[in-house]
């Protein structure tokens, strides 16, 4: 364990830049802490990117969490970045993706041992320790059939709201089912299904379906079949597919447990803003035995 | 009069012709894949009834008219009223669709004000069609979706309220009822539209009508009337297996784009296809027969929906992709192998501050250098070399492709023609008129 | 940077680019009459062809900068890259200084290339050369002996002049030279990464694919000298070794988005050909039976060889302790099926030593790093942040 | 046999005919999976290894049985199973990009092991590695060289690049053989190298591969009374696999030979599962192996347009016994190593293309065919290049179709048809409007 020796109260923040959305947390923990109760989040932060300047949406993200958590930039102990935190022109450090999400699932969800991180692009399943370590992962390939962006086209195809798309699987009755399709090509065959008649929920239960399918695929491939999963990222929100994922397990038996917490989407974020403290204090260390 | 019907159920559109006895073009017609297949192939085939009867008229007003420009002026505002009798057809269903989607429970609180504001649209829509189908108006797209689409969006930005009722509610209901529009067929056809629209050409007063009302209302119901016998019908593309044909009646794409190619321009010998989602290289000999063909069909990327894709992206209509791809001054390249991801690329290198009309540039290029590994793999580019499918309407895209073309087989006749999106349809109806080996269909009328 | 480092790794960089293979168009313009001869990875005795007076080019395919073209149309989409831009570079006429082609048997595809080769190029010089998988001196040897001998023979006539035993024991001395400026550049790099990043190394290391032997060896020996005079701070990285690129080689771009994603490379296998010899050969005495014992006794372990006398991994774990290095990245083409049926046999030599590693895929042309960027970043991150808990 | 008793309608007797030597055929494998299952009770020692250049009458000679983890594979996907061992053998690592053959073995033995016909597989006491036409092989073998920490003996049989046989290839052969095989081979077995017993199963291999030949070129009939590739696949069995150099595999040939003589006699089409192909339309020569998954709706694709194989590269990779070559008991160890080397996929290009080429004139085939498997760099690298090549060198036209062994993720139905059907209608449309082809 860490040693506790210059363990103080300290403020960080954790900026996770995505492809879709900007994510900001401000925290503030006992420098060294690991447990939930050493942490307190002060505010997070989701900005949708759409079509406007990165740069911009990543400052005013940044400087909103500030104002939210009435915090100002020079009480700061550690900004950290993720994701693709290049433009993050402002930090002190950066740590990857995975890592964070690892770090963020452990803090939320203390007893995961998998974590998987569905985005707007790609959905990565990892394996971790109980100190979050990543031990191994999977990645999603080259081909966005069954990502969040997937999700999207289908959605506005259906001319359902992003928030909706859950709500309207868990009402449905006969899923129809859909082979793992081109997310392009997926519009001709969701209208298609329109045009059969099938409702728009049962549409959408099917590629929830489709897409658990795949995920679990995944967390199957890095042998997380006996874990407690987090699933972190922006489709945790997506009830309809956390539940498609909770009633294929049971369909096959496998004894895993899927969790998500309010937060899952800040995972990324939050992850980086522990990580921050923490390479805050070994800095500190340094700094003092020198 | 004889005729043959050739229809191709694309994956993005589907296209019917007509030829007639002289294996003429009479008719062509084409509409959205988007919907269901049987709908979307009527349509096609009606619009394509619709042209043939177009041209038929043109036939009986005969040549004895003023000047040729006069004849052409009164066919011309002829089939532009005829076409808005049609498009008002369509926002009047549309209207009653989005009213329909209005229902939708999540509506209530705000129910009464969203039809209202609904109305405020159609109602703007309606006044502004006669300016859509003016003299000399260039519409962006020949389909009711694009062009209804990009007017709402318009409107409905206008109109909306971020605190009452806002755009992604009023885009919600859109979203919903179009797709209604398409699926269900409306009553377009000649018949239900032509007198409307031959009324108000009558009293169009920049005609001069008066004199020749008579001969006008003749020739509208000669062609009106005119029996148009199906010497046989053949149907191929994409979708073919779903057409309700007998098995005789359906041809493979592959042939129908060679001889169909072979029908707009005799000497072709290389036949290249871009179409929604696959793309085809085809060798033809001097007859329009195909000698070897490859064809790549893995996923989306690469071919026409790519670039639909790209469009949305970029907030795009279809055709303005092409015109200002060509404005690119340096290569990008492009490396991403999947549409969704080259969408992401996309916005990544926008944000690295790298210029839109490179990127498309990029994109366009990467699209046929696609094609060229296929044209290669086909046994290469000879003379002369005949460029099809919807892509091929795409400035950049054919650019592209000549430049390539030079690079690396030389000079060589690059042929595409306007009508280039019906060559498979073309061949279809080629075979339909060929008819030899299924006796049975000659008798179907 | 310097202007006499600059120097050295400008002209590295230029050859690197140089798709024409201009170097080799202006060797044979400095030797009038004599030959060049390309060679694809890896066991090829590039002795045998310099003691013929000709040059041994390498070629390990197009690089990122070549737009296939005709390429594609010789390979299906689930084939390797290598092979679709080497024949572009070809029928592009880019190879059309090279006067034969030598293809060492590694895998499948490669052998099967060399077949392609003489249907599309009959005029020029082609040889399959068959590496044996017996490694009994008196079998495996006796074999080697006589495929690299019927190659001499070939390239007697093909040059039109006799090569001497003597000529022989000359050029293997020269690429002595050679391996051992190699080896002298591999352990400082080992030493000190920073002072010699990777993708520097490589160009300077690719060079010797076009350069003659000697040239090349000074090229090294002066870039030993210049690098360290180099200001370049050493960073937090974590030190790591890549497998799986012996043959299509990874774009640079790859290996600068390693060091950015915070990883030093200490160890690796690109262009193996041009060090898989791992000792110096005799100089004296019958050089075909010494260039023979060398590949049975001293050939560097591959997924192309087969060996069954070490243990899986043996000579990967070796690599990893001798560099001092935290971890192991498989990097392999992908479709490469030796270098990707070999890992999970290396995987688990490395999980039984308790040595962390992680895997991802290029191909030669790869040009979105987002992805690689994460992983290896997030792979050096669990190294870095984890070895001080 | 060759007396029925009444007579019957034709196709009656074609159907009495096939059960005959399909029966016979069933019976043998059924037979040998079952001696599989015996063999660790009775102290049998079990060999692995590969079809092309596998050593059955040596591995006999030493009373050892022979498994070939290749026909299991293939075994597997014909039943539906290579799916789920597919997955289980990425799931520990392997990459979608390899082999499937091997991931589907791998995945099997980690699954137990399990025959295809449901009986238990033993373990290997020697992997027998002959390594001929395919690089993968030696990976394979290390990977169950890992797994069951069993011997491995190394053939390496040198590629045939420029088409003939160097005296140091034979040589090299022949003294691994000598050097590394048989002392392997001995000390499993505990027997000595029997070579009388060696040359008396090289002669009734010989005589097998008469009858062998007899029926493949049976297709040169117009009509052809098999289908050389999808119905070849069950005629290879025997040959390429446990039983060459047996007395049964005598007798199924000459069963075999008999039935198609009289579907020849009767001017009889090929049997296809869905009884007889009564119209031969279209005469396909085929590169490539078949897809197993999904083999009977792949073949019926051709069946249905009447299109029939009659010449198949695939059933050439067990040797080119209709080139000529024939076991010779005379020089036992030699013969060994010219078989090996002359296995399809150890041909150089050149070579393979020259081969197709002579089908297609000596079958008069009107068209020429190519499967090209993902898994499979052997035979799949180049092969578009040899499609190129026919196409110049006979005017016969080709088709080019993708899919993979026994990974159903590579077999996309709508795909293949809509490229066999365009396919088989250009071909009908040359033929309509008199193009020579
Ligand atoms: N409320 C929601 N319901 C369903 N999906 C959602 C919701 N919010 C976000 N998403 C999905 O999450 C994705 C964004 O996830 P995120 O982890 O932020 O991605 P990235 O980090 O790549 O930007 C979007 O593509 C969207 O599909
Ligand atoms: N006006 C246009 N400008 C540019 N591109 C167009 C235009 N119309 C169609 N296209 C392109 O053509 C594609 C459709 O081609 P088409 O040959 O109709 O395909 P399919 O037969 O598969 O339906 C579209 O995806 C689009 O990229
Ligand atoms: S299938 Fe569709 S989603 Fe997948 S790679 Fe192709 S374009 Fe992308
Ligand atoms: S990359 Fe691998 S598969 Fe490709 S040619 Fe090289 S060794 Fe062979
Ligand atoms: S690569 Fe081909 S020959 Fe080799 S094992 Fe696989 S399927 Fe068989």
Known sequence: ?290 | MEIAVGIDLGSTTTKAVILNEKNELLGRGITNSRSNYDVACSIARDEAFIRARFALTGGFLGTDWETSETRNAVLDELERRFRMQQHLEQVSRLREELHHAAEAPRHAEYRSGLNDALDTILDSMVKNAPALYDTGVERKSDFFRDLASAEYMDLANKISDPKGIDFETLCGVYDAAILDVENTASDLSFDANITAALEETLAASHLNLEGDADKLRNAVVQARDAELYERGTVGTGYGRQRLPFPKEQIRSEILCHGLGAHYMFPNTATVLDIGGQDTKAIQVDSKGIVTSFQMNDRCAAGCGRYLGYIADEMNLALHELGPLAQKATTKVKISSTCTVFAGAELRDRLAAGQRREDILGGLHRAIILRAMSLLARSGGVEEEFTFTGGVARNPAATQALRDLVEENYGNKTINISPDSIYTGAIGAALFAAQGTEAPAQEVSA | MRPALEEIVGRANALYEDLDFGAVTDWKRRNPGRKAIGYMPIYVPREIVHAAGMLPVGIVGGSDRLEIIRGDAYFQSYICHIPRSTIELALSGRLDSLDGMLFPSICDVIRNLSGMWKLLFPDRYVRYIDVPQNFDARVGGEFWRREIEALRDDLVVLGGEPITDDALNKSIAVYNENRRALIDLYKARSEQPWVFPTPELYVVMRAGNVLPPDEHTAMIRAYLDEAPREDREDKDHSRIVIVGTFCEQPPLGLLRTLERAGCWIVGDDLLLGNRWIETEIPTEGKPMENLSQAFIEHSTATASRYDAERAKGESLIQSVRDNEAEGVIFCAPSFCDPALLDQPMLVNALDREGISHTQFKYSEDTGQFGVIHEQAGTFSDSIRLWSEV | MTNPKQPSSPGTIAEVRKEESMNLQKQMIGGHYQALERAPKEGRKVVYTFVPGNLTELIRSFDLLPVLPEINALQSGMRKLSGGYIAEAEKSGHSEDVCTYVKCDIGMMKKGNISPTGTKIPDPDLLLLSYTGCFTFMKWFELLREEYGCPVAMLHVPYQADGTIHAHHRDYIVEQIKTELIPKLEQVSGQKYDEDRLKESLKLSAEAEDDFVHVIESAKNVPSPIDAYFGGVFYIGPMFTAFRGTPEGVEYYKTLCAEIDERVRLGLGPITPDGEMTEERFRLVVEGPPNWTSFREFWKMFYEEGAVFVASSYTKVGGLYDRGFRHDPEHPLETLADYCMGCYTNLGLPSRIELLQDYINEYKADGFMINSVKSCNSFSAGQLLILRQIEERTGVPGGFIESDLVDPRYFSAANIKNRIESYLQMLEQRRKTGVAS
């Open chain 1, 1 to 290: 364990m860490i040693s506790t020796a210059v363990s103080s109260e300290i403020l960080t923040a954790g900026i996770d830049v995505g492809t879709s959305s900007v994510k900001a947390a401000i925290i503030r923990m006992n420098a060294g802490g690991w447990k939930r109760d050493d942490v307190e989040v002060l505010a997070l932060r989701a900005e949708r990117i759409r079509r406007r300047d990165l740069k911009q949406v990543i400052n005013e993200s940044f400087h909103t969490v500030l104002e939210d958590a009435g915090v100002s930039e020079k009480d700061l102990a550690y900004v950290a970045s993720t994701g693709e935190g290049e433009l993050v022109h402002f930090r002190r450090g950066h740590f990857f993706g995975m890592t964070t999400h690892a770090r963020g699932a452990v803090y939320m969800l203390p007893g995961s041992r998998a974590v998987l991180d569905v985005g707007a692009l790609h959905g990565r399943a990892m394996r971790i320790d109980g100190r979050s370590k990543v031990l191994s992962y999977r990645m999603t390939t080259q081909c966005a059939s069954g990502s969040g962006q997937f999700l999207e086209n289908v959605a506005r195809y259906l001319g359902v709201a992003l928030e909706e798309v859950g709500p309207l699987s868990k009402e449905a009755k006969e899923p129809e089912m859909v082979s793992s399709i081109c997310a392009v090509l997926a519009e001709t065959d969701v209208i298609n299904m329109v045009s059969r008649g099938i409702s728009t929920s049962d549409i959408l239960k099917g590629i929830h379906l489709s897409m658990a399918g795949r995920y679990i695929k995944l967390l199957r491939a890095i042998g997380a079949t006996e874990c407690d999963v987090a699933v972190t990222g922006g489709l945790a929100a997506d009830e309809g597919l956390i539940q498609a994922m909770r009633e294929l397990i049971q369909k096959d038996g496998i004894p895993m447990l899927i969790q998500e917490d309010p937060q899952s989407i800040h995972a990324g974020a939050i992850g980086a803003a522990l990580w921050g403290g923490y390479r805050h204090e070994v800095l500190e260390r340094k700094r003092q035995s020198a």
